[in-house]
C-alpha cells in the first residue's frame, strides 16, 4: 500500500494484502473480454485457503461463450500441486499469481514476528490491508501522469517495451552431464 495523493491518505489495490494483483487482472478482463465491470469477485476455495480458483465466463465481444479461469496460488506445497498439474497437462488456468510464502506476502519473511501468537498478528495485519482505500490503477491520476510523462502513453513503444513481457519456452540443454543413468 502507498500514498500518492499528496494528502497522505493510504491508497491501496483490491487483493492488495497479498502483494498481487490477481483482482485487478480479473476485472480488466472481464472490462476488455466481456464488456462488464465487475463490483464483486467470487472466489472458490481449493483444499485450502492458499490455493483460490476464479472464473469468468460470458458471451464475449465476438459473440462467442467463453470461460477464463484464474488461480491464486500461496505456499510451496499448493506451488507444488500447481506444477504437478501444469506438467500432466491437467491445468485450465489462464493465469495464476503464485507466491512462495503460506498466506502469501502478508505472511512473508519480510513481515514482523510477533511476540505472542502469529495467527492474530497476520489477522490484524490482513484487516488492516482490507481497510485501506482501494483505487485501480487506471482510476489513479499518478499513474495516468506517469503513463503519460515518463512512457508516452499507454500503448506507446517504450510502455510496451519496459512493462510487457511474452512467454519463451526455455530449450532443454541435452549433454551426458544431465543425463540421468
Given at each position: 500500500?502507498?500514498?500518492?495523493?499528496?494528502?497522505?491518505?493510504?491508497?491501496g489495490h483490491e487483493?492488495?494484502?497479498?502483494?498481487?494483483?490477481?483482482?485487478?487482472?480479473?476485472?480488466?478482463?472481464?472490462?476488455?473480454?466481456?464488456?462488464?465491470?465487475?463490483?464483486?469477485?467470487?472466489?472458490?476455495?481449493?483444499?485450502?485457503?492458499?490455493?483460490?480458483?476464479?472464473?469468468?465466463?460470458?458471451?464475449?465481444?465476438?459473440?462467442?461463450?467463453?470461460?477464463?479461469?484464474?488461480?491464486?496460488?500461496?505456499?510451496?506445497?499448493?506451488?507444488?500441486?500447481?506444477?504437478?498439474?501444469?506438467?500432466?497437462?491437467?491445468?485450465?488456468?489462464?493465469?495464476?499469481?503464485?507466491?512462495?510464502?503460506?498466506?502469501?506476502?502478508?505472511?512473508?519473511?519480510?513481515?514482523?514476528?510477533?511476540?505472542?501468537?502469529?495467527?492474530?498478528?497476520?489477522?490484524?495485519?490482513?484487516?488492516?490491508?482490507?481497510?485501506?482505500?482501494h483505487r485501480s490503477?487506471?482510476?489513479?491520476?499518478?499513474?495516468?501522469?506517469?503513463?503519460?510523462?515518463?512512457?508516452?502513453?499507454?500503448?506507446?513503444?517504450?510502455?510496451?517495451?519496459?512493462?510487457?513481457?511474452?512467454?519463451?519456452?526455455?530449450?532443454?540443454?541435452?549433454?551426458?552431464?544431465?543425463?540421468?543413468?
Amino acid at each position: 500500500h502507498f500514498s500518492v495523493s499528496g494528502t497522505g491518505e493510504t491508497l491501496g489495490h483490491e487483493g492488495g494484502g497479498a502483494g498481487g494483483y490477481l483482482h485487478h487482472v480479473i476485472r480488466h478482463t472481464a472490462l476488455e473480454v466481456f464488456g462488464k465491470r465487475l463490483d464483486e469477485i467470487q472466489l472458490t476455495t481449493r483444499r485450502n485457503a492458499d490455493f483460490q480458483e476464479y472464473t469468468l465466463s460470458g458471451t464475449a465481444a465476438d459473440s462467442t461463450h467463453r470461460e477464463i479461469h484464474f488461480a491464486a496460488v500461496y505456499g510451496f506445497r499448493n506451488i507444488q500441486n500447481l506444477v504437478q498439474k501444469l506438467k500432466r497437462g491437467k491445468s485450465a488456468y489462464h493465469y495464476v499469481e503464485v507466491m512462495a510464502c503460506p498466506s502469501a506476502c502478508l505472511n512473508g519473511g519480510g513481515q514482523l514476528k510477533s511476540d505472542g501468537n502469529e495467527k492474530e498478528l497476520l489477522a490484524e495485519v490482513t484487516r488492516l490491508y482490507s481497510s485501506a482505500q482501494h483505487r485501480s490503477p487506471e482510476d489513479n491520476p499518478v499513474v495516468s501522469q506517469l503513463y503519460h510523462t515518463w512512457l508516452g502513453g499507454p500503448d506507446s513503444e517504450k510502455a510496451k517495451q519496459i512493462l510487457y513481457t511474452q512467454y519463451h519456452a526455455v530449450e532443454k540443454n541435452v549433454s551426458a552431464l544431465n543425463i540421468k543413468w
